[in-house]
């Protein structure tokens, strides 16, 4: 990691700026690499991930590395695959769920961060959190016709819905995510990593 990334990922490991409201210690969760072409942008960490500090190391990550056909090797390594997501810190559980990622961190840190991955060829906006910042003002009207409309923001960008198994039911649903869009981010993400050990060449389930 460059020393201006590094000093940056320090001072986000140290971030307290939405401490007063969690109820519990903030511990920022992002894997950050000036070389990385691909960026995973979630909604936030859940309780597993803040209590591991890893990313995505949960049954969301498990089908969200099958949608992209990699390896948790190659997942993790941060010359490739940045993680970024929307809210740094877990924002705490409601009524229905985890709570929204706390918005001081995207004004606070994001664009700061993305100005030092200057290789990010694809960008993976996973939830209604990332889409609506990463596709501010040429989403649709939600995410479901934000998905089905992935070929309008590809190659550069290509929206998810968010892997939890939660969404089981929409994917049962929506039949066509399977057949249409897993095919194209397994092919883009083997395009940008290249065929080989811990990049799958297959194209569907």
């Given amino acids: 990691m460059s020393g201006k990334l590094l000093a940056l990922a320090n001072e986000i490991s140290h971030c307290r700026i939405c401490a007063d409201n969690f109820p519990h210690e903030p511990r920022p969760v992002v894997r950050l690499g000036e070389n990385a072409t691909i960026l995973v942008v979630g909604q936030a960490p859940g309780r597993k991930v803040h209590a591991t500090g890893i990313p995505f190391n949960d049954p969301s990550g498990d089908r969200l590395r099958d949608w992209m056909g990699v390896s948790r090797e190659v997942f993790y390594d941060t010359g490739r695959i940045a993680i970024l997501p929307m809210g740094f810190c877990y924002p705490g559980h409601g009524r229905s769920g ?51 409309a992935w070929a309008e923001y590809a190659p550069g960008v290509i929206p998810l819905p968010h892997p939890s198994p939660r969404n089981n039911l929409w994917l049962r649903r929506n039949a066509w995510f399977e057949a249409d869009v897993l095919p194209v981010l397994r092919e883009r993400v083997r395009g940008l990593l290249g065929s080989g050990q811990g990049v799958s060449g297959r194209t569907g389930f």
Avoid: F, M, S
């Fill in 98 to 148: 985890d709570l929204p990622p706390r918005p001081e961190c995207a004004q606070a840190w994001r664009q700061r961060v993305l100005d030092e991955l200057p290789r990010i060829r694809l960008t993976l906006a996973i939830g209604r959190y990332a889409i609506d910042w990463h596709l501010a003002g040429v989403k649709k009207r939600n995410l479901t016709e934000t998905v089905k």
